[in-house]
Each structure stands twice: as C-alpha cells, then as structure tokens.
C-alpha cells in the first residue's frame, strides 16, 4: 500500500512540474523586443525599465546619441550595444 501512495505522489509531482516548466517556456517565448530602428529601441527600452521599476532617463539618452550615431548603447545590467541602426 505504501508503494502505491508513493508512486501517486510522483506522478503527482511530475504533473505539476512539468505544468510549471511548460508555464515558464510560453513566458519566454513571447516576441522579441525590435531594435532596427531608434524609436524601436526607446520604446523597448522604456518598457524593460517600467517593468523593472528602474529610471527611464537611460533610455532617452542613448536614444538621443543613436539619433546622432546609429548606434544604440546602453550599459548595467540590461544594457546592449547594437551598431548600424536605422535613425528614425
């Protein structure tokens, strides 16, 4: 009797890890923010740091210097350098 319990619970537990894992792949699978354009980018930009509640300010600096170089850079934690961006 112990080993039925037991092996109901571990499947149990599988079911509800491999929910938690198939959760976790459609999160992650959602669209990639665009960056072939300055705006794209600010936009982008501007909604990873509203989510992460961080200040916004970055992202209107760089996209001023990408306005002017086609170059979009940002430094820290989220930040990505992409050359040969479309200025508009």
Wanted: hydrophobic share 40%; proline share 1%.
């Amino acid at each position: 009797m112990l080993n039925i319990a037991l092996a109901a619970a571990t499947a149990v537990i599988m079911i509800a890890m491999t929910t938690a894992a198939n959760a976790q792949w459609v999160a992650r699978s959602q669209q990639q923010p665009d960056f072939s354009t300055c705006s794209s980018s600010r936009d982008s930009c501007v909604i990873g740091t509203t989510r992460r509640g961080d200040d916004t300010a970055k992202c209107e600096k760089a996209f001023q210097a990408c306005m002017r170089t086609g170059t979009w850079d940002t430094y820290g934690r989220y930040g990505r350098r992409v050359e040969g961006m479309a200025r508009r």
